[in-house]
């Protein structure tokens, strides 16, 4: 980001504080669901209500910022069937069973892994015109198309490429935020973005790579804007900057 020592020990700092937040609001997320509606707003909404009157089903696109847990039961609350496409840990049966349990039982969320079986519910959900919810900030590795994110060469998802492609599902660029009093949250739905022309003037989803330029671009814009809410441990850069293990 070209920032110095003490402004990144800050960023830092300000990002394991917002982590530790999210964790303890993820764990009592069945006792917070009653204060919901207080605790995080909804700017946009109706932005969001035009891409689903389409009837083609949404494509959200997201990051890992602020708390995307709360975020996602508080749309779930508000009437949205989200299916929040997920990454499957490694330690099934402790860590994955207790988080895809909260997700569903106290959040409300139609989880839907990555992998395996999942392929046709994700398929189903866009059919059956649900929001799949789809975290575009994590290292693709050898399965991507390598794009700028934050400057730098990333490995990229093209899942939300491909998937527009087929269904003709708008995507919509939805960023959660930790508002500055540290207890309550902002979802801010920005306009469609597969309504906007890429950087040659054709329509979204006519160039992979360009595409994902797209999104990588607003993806930096949340980063930058809010550096301390981005979870900076996934490292979106580790496979193409040869950092891999």
Not at 99 to 104: D, H, K, N, Q, Y
Not at 116 to 139: C, E, P, S, T, Y
Request: hydrophobic share 45%.
């Amino acid at each position: 980001m070209g920032v110095g020592v003490t402004v990144a020990r800050k960023i830092v700092r300000s990002s394991y504080v917002n982590g530790g937040k999210s964790v303890v609001e993820f764990a009592r997320l069945k006792r917070l669901a009653p204060r919901l509606t207080s605790l995080v707003t909804i700017e946009g909404k109706e932005l969001l209500d035009e891409a689903i009157a389409r009837g083609k089903g949404v494509l959200i696109m997201t990051a890992h910022m602020g708390n995307w847990e709360l975020c996602g039961a508080r749309m779930v609350a508000e009437g949205y069937a989200l299916a929040p496409v997920y990454t499957p840990q490694r330690n099934v049966g402790g860590l994955d069973d207790l988080v895809s349990i909260i997700r569903a039982s106290a959040a409300g969320m139609d989880m839907i892994p990555s992998e395996g079986w999942g392929m046709r519910a994700i398929f189903r959900a866009v059919r059956n015109g649900k929001l799949l919810v789809l975290l575009q900030d994590l290292d693709a590795r050898k399965n991507g198309v390598v794009v700028p994110f934050m400057g730098l060469p990333s490995s990229t998802a093209t899942g939300i490429v491909k998937m527009h492609r087929s269904f003709g599902a708008p995507v919509v660029p939805i960023l959660c935020i930790r508002n500055p009093d540290g207890v309550t949250h902002s979802i801010r739905v920005h306009g469609i973005l597969s309504d906007q022309p890429d950087e040659d003037g054709n329509p979204f989803g006519a160039n992979m790579e360009k595409s994902l330029k797209m999104c990588n671009n607003i993806l930096t814009s949340w980063v930058i804007a809010h550096p301390e809410q981005w979870i900076w441990l996934l490292d979106k850069w580790e496979s193409t900057l040869g950092t891999a293990s």
